[in-house]
Structure formats: C-alpha cells, structure tokens
C-alpha cells in the first residue's frame, strides 16, 4: 500500500519562529511537491523536487524554501512564519511524469 | 499561463441521482494531462480519475466518468447514483505538458442529500 505520511497534522508556532514540515514517501517516487491550500484558492504549488538535491520553485515560493537530501524525504521550511502562512500544507509524491499524485494527509499550520 | 477554472463553489444533488461537475481549463499546449481529485472532511486527497489529451475515449473509473470535451476545453466529472460518501470537496487538475507542475482548480463542495 502506497504512503506518503507528513510529520505533524496539526501545528501551532509564533510569528518569526523557524517551521519543518517533514514528508516522507514509501514508494521510490522520484518527484515530490508541496501545496498550500487555502478556501477559494484550491491549491498552489510552492516548490517540486524532481530528484534529490534537485528543486524547483512553483507559484508561491516566497517565505519558504526546500530540503531533499534522500529520495524518500522532502522536508518544508518556513525560515520566519508570519501570520500569512497560516495554511494547510499537502505534500505529494509522483511516480512517473504521467502520473497521478499521491498526498500525504496535510499539515495544518497556524501562525499566531 | 496555465490555468483550471471550477466555477461552482458548492454543488447539492440527492442521494441515488447523478451530478456533474464543471471544469474548464486554459492552454496552448497539445499534450497535457487532466485529473480530479476527491477531499473528504479528513483532508486527505484522493485520485479519481485521469484523462490523457491524446485519449479519444473519454475515461471511466467506476461510477466516475469524465466528460472530455477538447475543443471546448472542457473536462467535467460526473458521478452516477450518488452516495452519501460522495460528499467532499473535488478538484480538477491539470499537468503542465512542459515540466514538472500539476495545478489545481479552486475546487466544488458536493452536498449529497439523503
């Protein structure tokens, strides 16, 4: 059975306070993604991986920045959260170029 | 630029009818590859189903079909004899032919009514 399991579901931090968000993938996939979602918005990618040590920024990469030191493993940071970044985060991780994504269960942040 | 549009924020059907969701999407490109997704209350996403550009049949997965219209940039879902179960929050994806990117539309909440 596929997993892609995410390191908290549920988070609360201050602002300027230094946030991991860690995803993990069972299945050898080579390309990973984080989202955020927000009501209305669906959701935005802010940065991809499509092999270790490799990353992309999507739409939204300001205020974050990503660590893919193994292939199994693609960690978020928000270097200084603020308020704004209170979200739902989803990590995915992707098989082939053509295939479906497989997400994690979300983190759900707030940023007091 | 790329872009899915979902214009019903929320959809209502009764349990045992049958309900489309609309999605249409914006690009220049040939070979692209569309999705939807299901977001239960427990917010984990969940694959549906997949329709490639270059398909000439639209895709079935069950009591999911999509509705692939590829002049009018369409690829709408549609759900046979709704269940309670089916009530979540569904989104219409598209990857980018031309790198690595999946992007979603806004989403539509589905009430199915017993």
């Known amino acids: 059975d596929v997993k892609v399991t995410q390191s908290s579901r549920y988070l609360v931090k201050r602002t300027g306070e230094k946030v991991f968000l860690e995803c993990v993938q069972d299945?050898?996939?080579?390309?990973m993604f984080w989202y955020r979602q927000d009501p209305g918005l669906g959701l935005r990618l802010i940065y991809f991986s499509y092999d270790v040590k490799m990353k992309e920024k999507g739409d939204i990469p300001e205020g974050y920045s990503v660590s893919r030191e193994k292939k199994e493993r693609f960690s978020l940071i928000l270097e200084s959260a603020s308020t704004n970044q209170t979200s739902m985060y989803l990590c995915a991780s992707r098989g082939s170029y053509t295939g479906e994504l497989f997400f994690g269960e979300g983190s759900r942040l707030t940023v007091l | 630029a790329q872009k899915i549009t979902q214009t019903q924020p929320g959809m209502f059907v009764q349990e045992k009818e049958a309900v489309t969701l609309d999605c249409t999407y914006d690009t220049s490109d040939q070979s692209y590859g569309l999705f939807w997704y299901k977001q239960p209350s427990s917010g984990e996403m969940i694959f549906l189903i997949y329709?490639?550009?270059?398909?000439?049949q639209n895709a079935t997965e069950g009591r999911y079909s999509l509705n692939f219209q590829k002049a009018r940039k369409s690829a709408n879902l549609v759900i046979s004899a709704s269940q309670l179960g089916d009530s979540a929050m569904y989104f219409c994806?598209?990857?980018?032919?031309?790198?690595?990117?999946?992007?979603f539309g806004a989403g539509t909440r589905l009430f199915v009514k017993a």
């Open positions: 329709q490639g550009s270059y398909d000439e």
């Open positions: 994806a598209m990857r980018e032919p031309r790198g690595f990117k999946t992007i």
């Open positions: 299945m050898d996939h080579e390309n």
